[in-house]
């Protein structure tokens, strides 16, 4: 029994920021970042959240699969930017779409939460526990971002992309491969609310996203690469075999340096981050939406997926479409 991606959907909000929108409230320009991280526009949060462009990616997913609520089982959340601490953002998609059955739970392993998600999604339909799930990258990074911060901010987008998978006879994912290194986490952090309890004096103010650009980049050009080599190969196959290879879309630099290191074309790499910028734990699953929208995935191939980011985590995985 394989787990099997059975429907994709996407919702990005309706404001579209271009890199010279940005120029003119900060010291940027065009050509510094499209040259150095391929993005050109994002699109950037005012009435969505990151609930609302959860439920309407799902309600796609759903109809794209050709599945009804009542039939959910499982809905899980990739998300570092949930609206609220409690409920769960799954919880929110759950009443919204109206999945009474489903058990709903968040996630955070940031740009690589959609990939964790699958994982466990896979780890439920394979010991029988559950058969269809909804799971969803969400992320309104915008509200998290120090808009002061260019050397950050610039990189980022807000969106969800969702994924109906399914218990099959048949197709679906053949290997993963996830990994964890907490001692390099502070390279890219965000601090979440401090506390204020009556003990504390001067409570801390509010922080943002930091990144160590440089070495998240040193740490994305190793670690991806060796990631989907051991993949490939558990799914006993080669490099050569493999159709499309649908990366977290964080930049550019990153996606060729990766395609140079596992010797294969750039034109076997899609891309969505230079309309959307990097939207964390939603870009693998828009990104694959996008391809499944274009006529991309056809039956039988075979897609290498990969996440990476915040944590430090990665997940990689190789599915049979
Ligand atoms: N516009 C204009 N100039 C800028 C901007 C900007 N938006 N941001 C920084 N600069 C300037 C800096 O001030 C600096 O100027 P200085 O030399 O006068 O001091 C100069 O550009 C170089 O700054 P660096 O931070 O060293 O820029 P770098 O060449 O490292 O590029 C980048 C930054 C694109 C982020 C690079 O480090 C990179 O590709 N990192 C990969 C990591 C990444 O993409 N992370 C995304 C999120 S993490 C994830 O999803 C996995």
Same mark, same amino acid.
């Given at each position: 029994m394989k787990t099997r991606i059975i429907g994709t959907g996407s919702c990005l909000p309706a404001n579209v920021v271009t890199n010279d929108d940005l120029s003119q409230i900060m010291d940027t320009s065009d050509e510094w970042i499209s040259s150095r991280t391929g993005i050109r526009k994002r699109h950037l949060a005012k009435d969505e959240t990151t609930a609302s462009m959860s439920i309407e990616a799902a309600r796609r997913a759903m109809e794209n699969a050709g599945v009804t609520a009542e039939e959910i089982d499982l809905i899980i959340v990739g998300t570092v #930017?949930?609206?609220?601490?409690?409920?769960a953002c799954s919880c929110e998609v759950q009443a919204a779409i109206g999945a009474e059955r489903a058990v709903a739970f968040d996630i955070n392993a940031a740009c690589s939460g959609f990939m964790f998600a699958l994982h466990i999604a896979n780890a439920y339909l394979q010991c029988g526990t559950y058969q269809t799930a909804l799971i969803i990258g969400a992320e309104t990074l915008s509200k998290i971002m $120090?808009? #002061?911060?260019r050397s950050t901010c610039v990189l980022f987008g807000d969106g969800a992309g969702a994924a109906v998978v399914r218990a099959d !006879?048949?197709?679906?994912? &053949?290997a993963f491969d996830l990994g964890s290194d907490g001692v390099k986490g502070r390279v890219l952090s965000g601090v979440n609310r401090t506390n204020n309890n009556p003990l504390i004096q001067t409570p801390k103010e509010l922080q943002y996203i930091h990144m160590d650009g440089q070495e998240v980049y040193k740490f994305a050009v190793t670690m991806v690469p060796a990631s989907l080599h051991k993949v490939i190969e558990e799914a006993g &196959?080669?490099? !050569? $075999?493999? $159709?499309y290879f649908a990366l977290h879309q964080a930049n550019i630099r990153i996606i060729q340096s990766v395609a140079k290191r596992l010797k294969v074309? !750039?034109?076997k790499f899609p891309i969505s &981050? $230079?309309?959307?910028?990097n939207i964390s734990a939603a870009s693998v699953p828009i990104l694959l939406d996008e391809m499944n929208q274009r006529g991309l995935l056809k039956p039988g191939m075979k897609i290498a997926l990969s996440g990476f980011g915040g944590g430090l985590t990665w997940a990689s995985a190789v599915l049979e479409w």
């Amino acid at each position: 029994m394989k787990t099997r991606i059975i429907g994709t959907g996407s919702c990005l909000p309706a404001n579209v920021v271009t890199n010279d929108d940005l120029s003119q409230i900060m010291d940027t320009s065009d050509e510094w970042i499209s040259s150095r991280t391929g993005i050109r526009k994002r699109h950037l949060a005012k009435d969505e959240t990151t609930a609302s462009m959860s439920i309407e990616a799902a309600r796609r997913a759903m109809e794209n699969a050709g599945v009804t609520a009542e039939e959910i089982d499982l809905i899980i959340v990739g998300t570092v #930017s949930a609206d609220y601490i409690t409920p769960a953002c799954s919880c929110e998609v759950q009443a919204a779409i109206g999945a009474e059955r489903a058990v709903a739970f968040d996630i955070n392993a940031a740009c690589s939460g959609f990939m964790f998600a699958l994982h466990i999604a896979n780890a439920y339909l394979q010991c029988g526990t559950y058969q269809t799930a909804l799971i969803i990258g969400a992320e309104t990074l915008s509200k998290i971002m $120090d808009w #002061s911060d260019r050397s950050t901010c610039v990189l980022f987008g807000d969106g969800a992309g969702a994924a109906v998978v399914r218990a099959d !006879e048949k197709a679906g994912f &053949l290997a993963f491969d996830l990994g964890s290194d907490g001692v390099k986490g502070r390279v890219l952090s965000g601090v979440n609310r401090t506390n204020n309890n009556p003990l504390i004096q001067t409570p801390k103010e509010l922080q943002y996203i930091h990144m160590d650009g440089q070495e998240v980049y040193k740490f994305a050009v190793t670690m991806v690469p060796a990631s989907l080599h051991k993949v490939i190969e558990e799914a006993g &196959l080669g490099v !050569e $075999d493999i $159709d499309y290879f649908a990366l977290h879309q964080a930049n550019i630099r990153i996606i060729q340096s990766v395609a140079k290191r596992l010797k294969v074309a !750039e034109d076997k790499f899609p891309i969505s &981050l $230079d309309h959307c910028g990097n939207i964390s734990a939603a870009s693998v699953p828009i990104l694959l939406d996008e391809m499944n929208q274009r006529g991309l995935l056809k039956p039988g191939m075979k897609i290498a997926l990969s996440g990476f980011g915040g944590g430090l985590t990665w997940a990689s995985a190789v599915l049979e479409w």
